[in-house]
């Protein structure tokens, strides 16, 4: 007892098989796609914020370690230096620490400026595509892709030192000590 079987189950099979290795290729390529993005945004946002300590003068551009006995010596003309070769060096850092993570993603150009008081990185990037024919697809509506972030730099450590002057001058004045206390009630409450 034979048994006839149609070439229905192979024909299915041939049809489905490439849609679904497609479409599970895909997907890989898309979560590629996502980390690519992801370290870019995370190693600019980390520039930024190393940024800020290295145009102070008081940090490592790179690392973003402090040193404190420089940071103690600027003095007030810390707005007048010239920040080109921190910029310089976090650029460096910035492409060689990205270029290092990505799997797909092509960097065209990095920047990282500071100007007096404000940082600005930004990463010019866009997606190498393995899939035959999806590239030029792609290419046409544009796959390049800037990043961009910019942060102006906080002078916390400026307040602390003019409010400590003030309340400690404060507490000579007559009448002043309600004012003292209400300010730093206040200040009590925002922390």
């Not at 404190?68 to 810390?78: A, H, N, V």
């Amino acid at each position: 007892m034979k048994r006839k079987t149609d070439g229905s189950y192979t024909l299915e099979a041939a049809v489905l098989f490439p849609l679904i290795l497609f479409i599970i290729t895909a997907l890989l390529y898309t979560c590629f796609l996502l980390h690519d993005k992801a370290v870019i945004e995370g190693k600019v946002h980390l520039t930024v914020l190393n940024g800020e300590k290295a145009a102070k003068k008081c940090a490592d551009p790179v690392t973003g370690e402090i040193d404190y006995e420089s940071y103690l010596e600027e003095g007030i003309f810390r707005p007048l230096y010239d920040n080109s070769e921190e910029a310089a060096s976090m650029k460096t850092a910035l492409q060689n620490t990205i270029t290092e993570k990505v799997m797909f993603a092509r960097i065209y150009s990095v920047t990282v400026e500071i100007k007096g008081e404000e940082i600005t990185a930004s990463v010019n990037y866009g997606f190498d595509m393995p899939i035959r024919g999806i590239e030029e697809f792609l290419k046409s509506g544009g796959t390049k892709f800037i990043y961009e972030e910019e942060k102006s730099f906080d002078n916390n450590e400026e307040f602390i030192r003019v409010f400590q002057v003030a309340t400690d001058s404060a507490k000579e004045l007559p009448g002043a000590d309600s004012i003292l206390k209400t300010l730093q009630k206040s200040i009590g409450i925002l922390q």
